[in-house]
């Protein structure tokens, strides 16, 4: 089974804060070289060189932790 | 139509696309309720002109029942966070009330230093001016040869 190295995730920029998507791309540095960029209503993000020996979703962990980080955010901004 | 509703179900894929109307839902509550599932899903948040689509992908094998019935629970944390929202807005000069005399309490309780503070009255600790640290045998004995 060929291992999937390139993949990329557009994240709507109503929903994700710019920081909570950055915050996730430093979480998984080791795992994965990451480049965020707008593309209209959306953070582009391309997501190369994924490590074949990680035991899990690089990817979809890291839109989980940009998830989390932008509640988290967002709840801090409130309070 | 208002109500939440599932988009697409893939049983093969352990996915569900639910879609729910913005008027409906407020950010906040989005967000908290799909937090709740971050340890069991993994989740994509995404719009389509009014209504937001809640993307989730099993973090295990799931069947086409598991994912109907992910789906109802997420509804139900959406209206759980909805009225938990609902009921701290209500309540937040309560909650603000309480807290602040909580730490009023707290920062304004006795501390040793107020004892240095009252002063000296020239007592020894062992000074017992009122009696106290008198046996109550010795106070009261009856006298032996009375």
New interface residues.
Partial sequence: MSHVTHQSVKLHRTLYMQQAVKDAATTFADFAAFTIKRDGDYYAVDIKDIDPDVDGDVVAEFCNFALANTAGRKKTKKA | MGHPQIEKLDPKTHTMTLSLDIGLYP??VL??A??VF?DRA??????AGPR?EVHL?GKGELTEAQLTAMSGEFENELLAQALRRKVVKANQKIIEDITSQAIAGAAGGTLPTDFLAAGDDGMDFLDDPLGIAVPWEDKFKKKKDA
């Fill in positions: 950010a906040d967000y908290a799909a937090y971050l993994y989740v994509l948040l995404d719009r937001y992908r």
